[in-house]
């Protein structure tokens, strides 16, 4: 009951954003300014002020890392050689490596662990970001890469590496782990107070233009294409990260949040590296359109699960 009481307000928000995209209402260039501005000004500030808040005890959190990056190094080759035992083409096995741990962790993990975990939970939350966002970009590009052209090349590789270093996300997890390290236990009441009113618009600017975002078509269709990358993205991997972390426990909150992170379904962005990319940018939107609907039937078993 309380996952399903969870997930509700989420969904009638994503469909109060699809609602008004699909009257008209809300524009494609209004629907841009909105992300532009959660990517760059309420996350960033909700991400930086959650960080902060984090002990530094936990964030020498080596299991967390342990369980982040196993699971980073093990999904992309798992979901390559299912798409291959499957028969697909390099365009569309590199589009499963790439969703496999690519998941909405901030337009809906975000709200998700905010509603079902409360502040401490957006702190976990923040925590995860920050020790892996870096690999989360560079290791589902590479896969991707590898799966698509036979391999790596270093330009490839600095180029990741460089544009991940200036995401705004993750620069405002990293400096919140500087100001922790430095002693800074909570910030001025000023600055504090600034924040949190950037922050506060997060929640549901992120949800409806979540919304506003999804194409939902031929939604049958798309499932029986690509329930592979279903199952892999909304099952396959939290599971993975619950078996991790029973070998390597973290604070249950911790845990829970991570768990709940990695059963988000696959980020919007994917359909943007995909077509950068030369994948198969079409089924990418699929997946994202898929693993989008029926997350809103999975989040609450996995909120009933860690909670």
């Known amino acids: 009951m309380a996952g399903l009481s969870a997930v509700i307000p989420l969904l009638l928000t994503i469909l109060l954003g699809w609602s008004l995209r699909r009257r ?5 260039e209004t629907t841009q300014q909105l992300l532009w501005l959660l990517y760059w000004v309420s996350l960033p500030a909700l991400l930086f002020r959650r960080t902060v808040a984090v002990g ?24 390559w050689l299912l798409a291959r035992l499957c028969g697909e083409s390099r365009s569309r096995s590199a589009v499963s490596t790439l969703v496999s741990i690519r998941s909405n962790n901030v337009y809906m993990g975000l709200p998700v662990v905010a509603l079902a975990l409360g502040p401490d939970g957006v702190a ?12 989360y970009n560079l290791l589902s590009i590479g896969w991707a890469q590898i799966v ?57 600017l992120a949800l409806i233009a979540l919304g506003a975002s999804l194409r939902i078509g031929r939604p ?40 709940l992170a990695t059963a988000m379904p696959a980020a919007v962005n994917n359909f943007i590296v995909a077509k950068g990319m030369d994948m198969d940018s079409e089924y990418a939107g699929e997946v994202v359109a898929a693993t989008t609907v029926l997350s809103l039937i999975t989040i609450p078993l996995w909120i009933g699960w860690v909670a």
């Open 56 to 79: 530094t005890e936990t964030l020498l959190n080596g299991n967390l890392f342990l369980v982040i990056h196993i699971a980073f190094f093990f999904m992309p080759p798992l979901a």
């Open 220 to 259: 049958l269709a798309v499932l029986r294409s690509a329930w592979r990358d279903v199952l892999i993205r909304l099952f396959l991997h939290p599971a993975l990260m619950v078996g991790l972390f029973r070998l390597f426990p973290v604070e249950p909150v911790l845990a829970s949040a991570v768990v």
């Open 24 to 28: 008209d209402y809300l524009k494609e």
């Open 124 to 135: 976990a939350l923040s925590l995860y970001l920050a020790m892996g966002l870096f690999s």
């Open 148 to 204: 698509l052209s036979g391999g790596l090349s270093r330009k490839d590789l600095v180029e990741t590496a460089r544009s991940v270093l200036r995401n705004p996300l993750f620069l405002a997890c990293f400096a919140g782990i500087g100001a922790a390290f430095l002693g800074l236990k909570e910030l001025p009441l000023w600055l504090d107070s600034f924040l949190k009113i950037l922050s506060d618009l997060a929640t549901a």
